[in-house]
Each structure stands twice: as C-alpha cells, then as structure tokens.
C-alpha cells in the first residue's frame, strides 16, 4: 500500500469514527443510565480485538486505534460524568443513579471496541466488524433523540469535553434566552396595572429580561 492510500484510508476510518461517536452523542445521560447491558469478555472477543489490532499494526493505523479506543471511553465516561447531576436554578440533583459498575464497563467497551472495528473496517472480515459494533449499534438505536433532559440550565450547558455540540442545545439556549426576555417584559406590564409607572415598568422589564438573558447566554458558555 502506497503512502497515497494509507492516508485516504485514515481519512476514511476518521469518518468512520467521527459517524460512530456522532451517533453515541444522541444518547442523552438520563438514556444511557437506564441501560443494562451484559457482555462476552472472554476470548472470542480479545480474538477479534488482535485481529483488529494486527490489521491497523500491518496498514500503519496503530496510533489511530489507540486513539479511538481512548476517545470512546472517555466519551461514555464523560455521558455518564454529566448525568451523575443535574443543576437547576435552585440547587442541585444529587444522588442520580446511573446503573450498575457491570453495566457501564459494558457500556464502555462495547463502544470501545465498535471504535476499534471503524478503524480497519476495510482492513479485516466484515464479520469481524458486525461481531465488535453490534452492541454499540443496539445502543444508539435506543435513542430517542439529540435533545438533553433536565432542566433549562442542563439543556442550554456545554457538552463534556469529548462530545459534540447538537443543534439542540444551540436552540435550548436561543429558546431559553428569548422565553426569560418575554417573561420578565410581561411581569412588567402586570406590575403597570398595579399602579407602578408604565415606563418604569417596561423600562425595568427590558433590564431584567436582559440579564435573565445574560445569564442563559452565561450557563451556555461555562
């Protein structure tokens, strides 16, 4: 294999990989806490894992699959991170379960080793691939959805370090942003009926409605 299509060849397992993660950050945490998950450890799947791993040594992929394997973990580690709280405006949810220890090492390697097959899914038998991604694939069709649970300050929040933004939680925080302005305008405009000045009122609606504002734009950015 040339030098040429060694790199196309990362190029397409990277796609592979950015598609696969794509598809895990649709589980909200809530989602993936409720999920039981029971799998082989045994040989046969440290047999598939070799093969994997001789075909990304043999075609120059070896750092990259170290990588995936890396950033699959650390991407279901951080899901779990985020839903082990929720934050409200009041406080916080502690004490959320998020299944058994058997479960989430499950989870974790069952996207693990999807990751390893997207690596050299041209590389080796696809009954090699189907055998390593077919629970991750059981995972992701669980999911209802790209949209976060929770309250409005866990909707509008950055995503863990390691997962992707969602359009979701861009329209969260513009959705957010404009209800706190409307709420706060109208709080102002029933305080004029209650003999306050109208352009005092209106005029400290808009304040508060900017700062409420503010502060959503704020939680979409710690």
Not at 16 to 27: C, K, P, S, V
Not at 72 to 77: E, I, K, L, S, T
Not at 155 to 168: E, F, N, Y
Request: with cysteine.
């Amino acid at each position: 294999m040339d030098e040429h299509e060694q790199d196309h060849g990362e190029v397409q397992a990277r796609e592979r990989l950015e598609a696969l993660f794509e598809g895990f950050d649709r589980l909200t945490p809530d989602e993936l806490a409720h999920m039981g998950m029971r799998r082989d450890h045994g040989e046969a799947r440290r047999s598939l894992l070799r093969v994997c791993a001789e075909a990304a040594e043999k075609h120059g992929r070896t750092e990259l699959f170290g990588e995936a394997r890396t950033q699959a973990r650390d991407a279901v580690m951080n899901r779990y991170s985020a839903g082990s709280l929720h934050p409200t405006f009041i406080g916080l949810n502690w004490g959320l379960s998020q299944g058994t220890v058997e479960d989430r090492v499950s989870v974790v390697q069952a996207l693990e080793d999807a990751a390893a097959a997207a690596v050299v899914a041209d590389l080796v038998d696809r009954d090699v691939v189907d055998a390593l991604s077919v629970d991750a694939e059981h995972l992701v069709d669980l999911s209802a959805g790209d949209v976060s649970d929770g309250s409005l300050a866990h909707a509008v929040a950055l995503p863990a370090p390691g997962l992707h933004d969602t359009k979701s939680r861009k329209a969260a925080v513009g959705f957010g942003a404009l209800v706190v302005g409307i709420l706060a305008i109208s709080a102002s405009l029933l305080a004029a009926g209650t003999g306050v000045a109208l352009d005092v009122s209106v005029a400290t609606g808009f304040a508060i409605g900017a700062v409420g504002a503010g502060i959503v734009f704020a939680l979409s950015r710690r």
